[in-house]
Every structure is written in structure tokens, then in C-alpha cells.
């Protein structure tokens, strides 16, 4: 393209540059603003990855264009997006430096995935403990308060018992499953029905508190499933954006809440789960601010976590505190949910 034969076009290229780059800037500036009434700031978060694959595009488009100053505005903002692009994408020297602690943290989507028995894939889940030595499982969306479901846990549970010889606790949606004995744990539930526990379990070495935790979900599955059910329609997008913004303050409180825990912790912490947030969110940046992420440390390849969405998100995590570093992280490929498990060897300090 002639910038001198084609200035409209040259100067709407321009435009839309100066565009994605002003947006990506305010994708790396949210993170840093609590969500609130009114705002539209959890929606541009979201949208991040859309963003700077959009600036990766234009910005090679300027290039073989031979634009160079134009060049550096997408390149601007995706360096500005460095963090981000890190907290997803990692390239760490894999380490034979034995783990003192090996947790893995897992959304279960309640056993019933693709179709599969509950009984397979709770058989498979088991296979892969025994594979993997976990010494602490975290699972999320484990059981719902159905009597069914009810007693059904409690045979999930006790298969990890006699298979495995794992200590348990759990309540509804969350459980920790542990090769150590668990002194003491509690269960907590937000007043949107999303929950967490906690448990102090005693390893070899220290007693370790762990956390874990089902944050807000963004509720736009839900709100579709209800309107084609009620109205045979799509939901409004009004809707939609009304209802992500709504998830995203109670995240913002969630978040909070365990944060307070981990400031009071009487021991070393690890805070696992489905947050349901990127790291391009409040929550991620105030988790970040207390302690250390797994993948961040230790990680390799592209850290999405949640197969639906294009298989874009990484919403699942391990976080630790500086008791600890982390030798190695990993995002197995096992089917066993929507969700990835994700596993991390800690050594202490």
C-alpha cells in the first residue's frame, strides 16, 4: 500500500490502530481497579486475548507495510500487556530437583462430563493420583447438596480412602483429599452459593494451610440456557454484559475474603481452585500481590486451564506463599473434566 496514493486507507489503518491500542492499554490498566457498580471494566479484561491478537496481526501488517513508526503503536501495546502474555504463555528449564509437596487442583464438573460414568471417571482420577504421587488434591464442583449427590461423595470419598490411603474432608462442592493427616478444615460458603475450604494438613516437614476455592462464575451460560428455555431466544446483550458485571464485583468480594484468610494463616499457605478470572483481572493481580503463582514460576507452553471458549482461558491456578518455590508446574491432558488439572511441585525454603 502507497501512503501517498492511499491516504483514506492509510489514515483509517492508522486509526484503527491508534484504537487497539488505546483499548489495549486500558486491558493492562483494569486489572488495577477494583470492579463497580456501573462499570464496564471486567468486560475489557475479558476480552484481552481478542486484543492483542488483533495488535499481533496489525502489527505485522505495518511491518511488511514498512511503516515503522506506525509499527511501534501495536507493539506498544502489547509490551504494555507483558505481564499478561507471561501469566499465559512460559518457558522454564524442567528441573529434577525432588518436591517436598506435590498439589494438584481439579473443577470436577461433578463427574459428569461428556457423558462419562461417574464411576469411570472417578476410577480414572484415582489412576491418575497413583500416576502422578499427589500428595494434596483439591477438587472443585464436587458434589451438589442433592441427597443423590450426597451419598455419592461420600463413595467418592471413601474409594480415595481404600485405594489410596488419602485423608478427606468435604462439604457439598469442595474437597481436599490428602496423603497426610488433616488436623483440622472448614468449609465456607459465599452468599452467591459459590464456596471454599480450608484444611491445616501435617506434611513431614510443617503444618501447611490449604486453601481452595470455586469463585463466581461469569453466569453467561445460565442466562442463555434460560432464555432459550423460557423464550426459545437468545439473551439480550444488554443482559449478558449486566450479568458479567454483576459476577465480576462478587469475584472482586470472593477474592477479598481469601485474601483476609491468607493474611491470617498461622501457617504456610497454598491457595488452589477455580477462580474463574484471567490473569488479567482484579482478582489475579490481588492473589499475585500476597503470593507466588505455580505457572508463573515454573510453568511451560501456553497455561490455559478451561477447555471451552476456544480452549483460551487459564482461570485455574496454585498459588504459595514464601515458604515455599516451585520446581515444577504442569497442565495435564487427561479428560476428566471442562476444566484441566493442574499440578505443582513445591519445595520449601
Not at 29 to 43: E, K, M
Not at 48 to 60: D, H
Not at 159 to 167: A, D, L, P, Q, T
Request: proline share 3%; glycine share 6%; charged share 25%.
Amino acid at each position: 500500500m502507497n501512503k501517498l496514493k492511499y491516504p483514506k486507507l492509510f489514515f483509517t489503518g492508522l486509526l484503527l490502530t491508534l484504537g487497539l491500542l488505546v483499548v489495549a492499554l486500558l486491558c493492562w490498566f483494569v486489572s488495577f481497579l477494583p470492579p463497580a457498580d456501573g462499570r464496564f471494566w471486567g468486560i475489557i479484561a475479558l476480552l484481552t486475548p481478542l486484543i492483542l491478537v488483533a495488535n499481533g496481526f496489525v502489527l505485522v501488517f505495518w511491518l511488511l507495510r514498512r511503516r515503522w513508526w506506525v509499527s511501534l503503536l501495536p507493539l506498544l501495546a502489547i509490551l504494555f500487556n507483558g505481564d499478561y502474555i507471561l501469566s499465559n504463555f512460559q518457558y522454564t528449564r524442567s528441573s529434577d530437583e525432588k518436591q517436598d509437596l506435590r498439589v494438584a487442583s481439579l473443577n470436577a464438573c461433578y463427574f459428569m462430563w461428556e457423558g462419562n460414568s461417574l464411576i469411570n471417571i472417578v476410577d480414572k482420577l484415582i489412576q491418575v493420583c497413583k500416576y502422578e504421587k499427589f500428595d494434596v488434591l483439591c477438587l472443585q464442583e464436587f458434589k451438589d447438596c442433592q441427597w443423590l449427590w450426597r451419598t455419592t461423595g461420600e463413595w467418592i470419598l471413601q474409594s480415595f480412602r481404600n485405594r489410596m490411603g488419602y485423608y478427606t474432608t468435604t462439604e457439598d462442592g469442595i474437597a481436599i483429599i490428602s496423603r497426610f493427616p488433616i488436623l483440622k478444615s472448614e468449609y465456607k460458603k459465599f452468599d452467591s452459593g459459590n464456596d471454599y475450604m480450608w484444611a491445616d494438613i501435617v506434611t513431614p516437614k510443617d503444618t501447611v494451610r490449604v486453601i481452595t476455592v470455586h469463585l463466581q462464575t461469569s453466569g453467561v451460560s445460565q442466562l442463555r440456557g434460560q432464555y432459550h428455555k423460557e423464550q426459545g431466544s437468545e439473551a439480550p446483550i444488554r443482559k449478558i454484559v449486566s450479568t458479567l458485571e454483576k459476577n465480576n464485583r462478587l469475584r472482586r468480594e470472593q477474592v477479598e475474603t481469601i485474601c483476609e484468610m491468607v493474611d491470617s494463616s498461622p501457617y504456610p499457605v497454598l491457595v488452589t481452585g477455580d477462580f474463574n478470572d484471567t490473569p488479567a483481572s482484579y482478582s489475579y493481580r490481588m492473589m499475585t500481590k500476597r503470593l507466588h503463582d505455580s505457572f508463573r514460576e515454573a510453568g511451560n507452553g501456553f497455561g490455559a486451564t478451561f477447555r471451552g471458549i476456544l480452549g483460551v482461558l487459564r482461570i485455574d491456578y496454585v498459588f504459595y506463599d514464601d515458604s515455599f518455590r516451585c520446581v515444577r508446574f504442569r497442565t495435564l491432558e487427561d479428560r476428566l473434566s471442562d476444566h484441566k488439572l493442574v499440578a505443582a511441585d513445591l519445595c520449601y525454603k
